[in-house]
């Protein structure tokens, strides 16, 4: 083979320890996560197959002689907060008024209507559903306890971002100004013809 | 020509183990014959992918049941054109096509490779025949999709009505394009990590790929969300489903990457962060796919789940063990050549839209995961639905669309106060002048006025960018108006393609405001009997029954309503809908009755009319008639932004631009303005 078309070697891949270990750090961390999700497999395959029209489950609180406190419009916008158990991804009144097969949203919708109409207000309506079901029957999870974790961290990731982003402008802006008074550029032009390219450059700015 | 395709398959594998092989031997030895065999063993995996990806079809169209897939996802009295489409219906037919496009770009990038840096070919090939020989491996011994039955059925079990749609049959296609497309960014990236050849010139490649990406996305996201809105029937077009938020998160991120790599390519900044975008929009393209197939996460789009999740997930942790290696060993290499020179700066501008894009892909990618996780931490199963998105999303999405106005503002390196005084009057006025004008009107819903103050902001800057522009090459070249404009757009597709992009996101940005003002109605109506009712703009409507019908058309039998719509009194159409109960060819009954939603489309918004079900006397139809507020706008936005994309991606503005970027020509004051634009290397 002639020597000219060799193709350059690879560049060393070296490895320090340090290296090592953060490869490693990273892989077990991934691999936990992984373990995590494939051991929800085994409980959420039965929540992914056809609907299961056997998940619903009364759900009922003692009568009471109160009248209504729920307009029709609030009550609709209360089963938009409830999560249909069918199996579907819907709210109970979404999924009870465009799904034709489904009898679970209109038991469920059957639910709200009476504890509405005995006077139950939406948040004892959805604490009554939440004992039956559980948190999942709630279409957002409540912000409480670990749950603040869903709702806080995607800012406090951004939050971390912009701080990271500004040190690094900071550090950025240190070194190019260290640079700048270190380095002063001889350059072969009037201070007009310099003006003149720096209002170019300025507009160049695809 | 099935056995022929049945056999191709393990050709293909073998094809795919030899050029992984030979390419990263080729690579590390300098052997250029071996470099040179793993190149035609590209070729070749792609013919044996065509050849079994044919041998499929051909099973499909002429009903051959003794194969499982073909039982499954089709039946003898199925339309062709849904035959054809059932490929990617099931879990097999879908990995196949991925295969196929997955080969078929392979091809084109590794004879476009010539011209790249020796050292860095082999490595490309290598990476590319290496996902090509995971997902052959994955269709010879995970999911076959010529397993064969003991049996032969006299019929099959048809396609889910829901995929039986004209969306449906171009929308998978185009996501898989997308997604695939980031696999040649990717194995660029793992091949100039490998060399240590980490300058810009890899990134020129890879734009073409990225963009090539971001469009199929673009459009694969918006067939998709259409699909959703006229076959599913909930009454919108995005649910924050899991399958859904899987295709976000590549366009996401390649969206971030197609603004940050021009800093890389003006200011030789974000190196590392150019990478690390790249690797991730690849490997959230198969966390994508994990999550469609695996079923770790419940999803109303998920219609070919099985057991090779788990290949995905075992593919995930060993690509991000590498990219990671070769990140964490190559940092070095990866310092930005240039410092910034101020915070208020075009490159200052990308670095927060590249937080927030990013930030909202965490943010999507957490709550996708918070179930799981949740449930891991406390044991207890919660459902993320729309509300948390919205929540977490709507403030984020502002924020970039602000910054969408913003970037093109702001100069490179450095912008005075003069100039930003200038650059922002106008677009400024735009928007507080949208924002007043709809305030004036009576809207109070905060974050609609905030979204289309902001929009009015963005498009005001576009036309001050166009008007400049185009006034610019007048004054110059003495054209017309017509003319500068369509030359502007022509000399400088990059950038005034972006603008037209930034139109679209404008565009749609509105669209989803308008849903804030979606009103719905519940209602029974006896044949003859009228349901009034207020759109959101105010206007009194009256829909009538015309009665309900029953019928059998093709392979369903179909139960249909239709309302006589009035507006203000005045007939604003028929609209028909019907539920669809589909049977096989003995006349059984098979999978859930479907929904065709009625709609009258207007610019102002949707009319949408679901037949929910028929009350027991069978006269009376259960219906909910919606009222989306600019809803057709969604549609025109994302059509906008594909053109935008493609004026962006026509490869003869590449051809003639170097990379180098613009020559800047030295002219008298006042004739300057804008000659830099026309200027090319």
């Excluded at chain 2, 076959?144 to 019929?155: A, G, H, Q, S």
């Excluded at chain 2, 929308?171 to 810009?200: D, E, K, Q």
């Excluded at chain 2, 219609?303 to 070095?332: C, D, E, M, P």
């Amino acid at each position: 083979m002639n020597p000219e078309e060799r193709v350059p070697t690879a560049a060393n891949l070296s490895l320090t320890r340090r290296r090592f270990f953060a490869v490693l750090g990273v892989g077990a961390a991934s691999a936990a996560l992984a373990h995590a999700g494939f051991a929800q497999q085994s409980v959420v395959d039965g929540f992914n197959g056809p609907m299961d029209m056997d998940r619903y489950r009364p759900v009922r609180l003692p009568a009471r002689g109160t009248p209504p406190v729920l307009s029709a419009e609030q009550r609709d916008a209360l089963e938009h907060r409830i999560h249909c158990q069918c199996g579907c991804t819907l709210d109970i009144y979404t999924c009870r008024t465009t799904d034709f097969s489904c009898t679970v949203s209109p038991r469920m919708h059957r639910d709200v209507v009476t504890l509405a109409g005995q006077g139950y207000d939406a948040q004892a309506i959805l604490d009554a559903f939440t004992g039956v079901y559980g948190e999942r029957v709630l279409m957002e999870p409540r912000k409480e306890g670990f749950n603040w974790a869903g709702y806080i961290m995607p800012f406090a990731a951004l939050a971390a971002g912009a701080a990271a982003v500004a040190a690094t402008l900071r550090r950025w802006g240190k070194t190019a100004a260290a640079v700048q008074a270190a380095t002063p550029v001889q350059v072969d032009a009037s201070p007009d013809e310099l003006a003149k390219l720096d209002a170019l450059v300025r507009r160049d700015d695809a | 020509m099935i056995l022929v395709g049945e056999l191709s398959l393990w050709v293909a594998l073998l094809m795919a183990a030899w050029g992984t092989t030979v390419a990263f031997a080729g690579g590390a030895t300098g052997r250029t014959d071996l470099v040179r065999s793993a190149e035609r063993a590209t070729y070749a995996m792609f013919a044996f992918v065509l050849l079994a990806a044919i041998g499929l079809w051909v099973a499909l169209l002429t009903s051959d049941f003794s194969f499982r897939f073909v039982a499954s996802f089709t039946s003898a009295n199925l339309p062709t054109v849904y035959k054809f489409t059932a490929f990617w219906a099931g879990q097999a037919g879908s990995l196949l096509l991925w295969a196929l496009i997955l080969t078929f770009y392979a091809t084109i990038a590794v004879a476009r490779s010539r011209r790249q840096d020796a050292a860095m070919r082999p490595y490309i090939i290598g990476t590319l025949c290496a996902i090509t020989l995971f997902f052959v491996a994955v269709l010879c011994f995970g999911t076959n999709p010529y397993e064969r039955l003991d049996w032969f059925p006299p019929d099959g079990s048809g396609l889910n009505p829901q995929l039986q749609n004209p969306g449906m049959a171009i929308h998978p296609p185009n996501l898989y394009l997308g997604y695939i497309a980031t696999s040649i960014p990717f194995a660029y990236a793992v091949a100039a990590l490998i060399t240590r050849r980490l300058n810009s010139e890899w990134l020129s490649a890879v734009r073409r790929w990225a963009l090539l990406s971001w469009f199929f996305l673009t459009v694969g996201i918006v067939l998709g969300m259409w699909w959703a809105y006229v076959e599913l029937g909930w009454g919108g077009y995005w649910a924050w489903d899991p399958v859904e938020n899987a295709s976000f998160l590549p366009w996401l991120t390649n969206t971030a990457f197609l603004h940050s790599i021009m800093v890389q390519e003006k200011r030789g900044m974000l190196r590392k962060w150019n990478v690390t975008l790249v690797v991730a929009s690849f490997l959230l393209a198969v966390l994508g796919t994990f999550i469609t197939r695996s079923g770790v996460i419940s999803s109303v789009h998920s219609f070919a789940q099985s057991s090779v999740g788990y290949w995905f997930g075992g593919f995930l942790l060993v690509a991000i063990a590498i990219t990671v290696y070769l990140v964490a060993t190559r940092l070095k290499d990866l310092q930005a050549t240039a410092r910034l020179e101020s915070v208020v700066s075009r490159e200052g501008s990308f670095l927060f839209n590249n937080l927030i894009l990013v930030g909202i892909a965490f943010s999507i990618l957490w709550g996708t995961l918070f179930p799981i996780i949740s449930e891991a931490v406390r044991g207890e199963k919660i459902t993320v639905g729309p509300p948390f998105f919205n929540h977490v999303n709507i403030p984020l999405g502002l924020a970039l669309l602000a910054l969408t106005g913003i970037g093109p503002l702001i100069a490179w390196r450095r912008a005075s106060v003069a100039n930003l005084r200038r650059q922002f009057t106008g677009p400024v006025l735009a928007g507080a002048a949208a924002g007043g004008l709809l305030f004036a009107l009576g809207m109070r819903d905060i974050p609609a006025l905030i979204a289309y103050t902001l929009g009015g902001f963005v498009l005001g800057t576009i036309v001050q960018e166009f008007a400049k522009g185009t006034g610019a090459r007048r004054r110059m070249y003495g054209e017309s108006l017509p003319r500068s404009f369509v030359r502007l757009i022509a000399r400088n597709r990059r950038r005034y393609g972006g603008y037209i992009v930034h139109v679209g996101v404008v565009v749609i940005f509105a669209a989803f405001a308008g849903l804030a003002f979606k009103k719905e109605n519940d209602v029974t109506l006896k044949t003859g009997e009228t349901f009034a009712t207020v759109d959101p703009y105010g206007h009194h409507w009256t829909f009538t029954s015309n009665g309900v019908s029953r019928f059998r058309m093709l392979n369903r039998d179909v139960t249909a309503v239709t309302l006589e719509a009035r507006r203000d009194g005045k007939l604003a159409g028929l609209v028909h809908s019907e539920k669809r109960q589909h049977f096989d060819s003995r006349n059984v009954a098979s999978f859930e009755p479907s929904t065709e939603v009625g709609l009258l489309y207007t610019p102002r918004q949707d009319v949408y009319v679901v037949l929910s079900g028929v009350a027991d006397d069978g006269d009376s139809a259960v219906l909910r008639v919606t009222f989306n507020p600019l809803v057709i706008w969604v549609w025109l936005g994302g059509l906008i932004m594909a053109v935008g994309g493609l004026i962006v991606m026509w490869p003869q503005a590449e051809r003639r631009r170097g990379q180098g970027g613009y020559r800047t020509v030295l002219a008298p004051e006042g004739e300057a303005v804008g000659a830099a634009e026309g200027a090319r290397a």
